[in-house]
Nanobody
Framework: VQLVESGGGLVQPGGSLRLSCDVS????????IAWFRQVPEKERKGIAV????????EYADSVKGRFTISFDDTKTTVYLQLNSLKPEDTAVYYC?????????????????WGQGTQVTVSP
């Protein structure tokens, strides 16, 4: 069972990135998948979550209107499209699978985590 993030990197303010979370070893048909981010010495914060059953989504206010979560037709990859990036979006981004198909952004509701991918927004 594995979640592997990719797609991070260095981008200028106003730029875009697309992060991917490849899921293997289990089917996430019954679980929500979310993206979190964390900066040093701060707690991990949920920013976007998608329901595997009906594709409904929920976003943190800090990213609403700029980030989009989605998954591919085979439900083996979850994407996070990051647009209009700001320096304050700089963080390590993690994907996670929840205990159930619930739209929650609390890290305690998630049981499986990837290793993270660094996103740096800087001129």
């Amino acid at each position: 069972v594995q979640l592997v993030e990719s797609g991070g990197g260095l981008v200028q303010p106003g730029g875009s990135l697309r992060l991917s979370c490849d899921v293997s070893g289990f089917s996430f048909d019954d679980y929500a998948i979310a993206w979190f981010r964390q900066v040093p010495e701060k707690e991990r914060k949920g920013i976007a979550v998608i329901s595997s059953s009906d594709s409904t989504t929920e976003y943190a206010d800090s990213v609403k209107g700029r980030f989009t979560i989605s998954f591919d037709d085979t439900k083996t990859t979850v994407y996070l499209q990051l647009n209009s990036l700001k320096p304050e979006d700089t963080a390590v981004y993690y994907c996670a699978a929840g205990y159930a198909d619930l739209l929650r952004l609390d890290p305690t509701d998630y049981r499986l985590w990837g290793q993270g991918t660094q996103v740096t927004v800087s001129p």
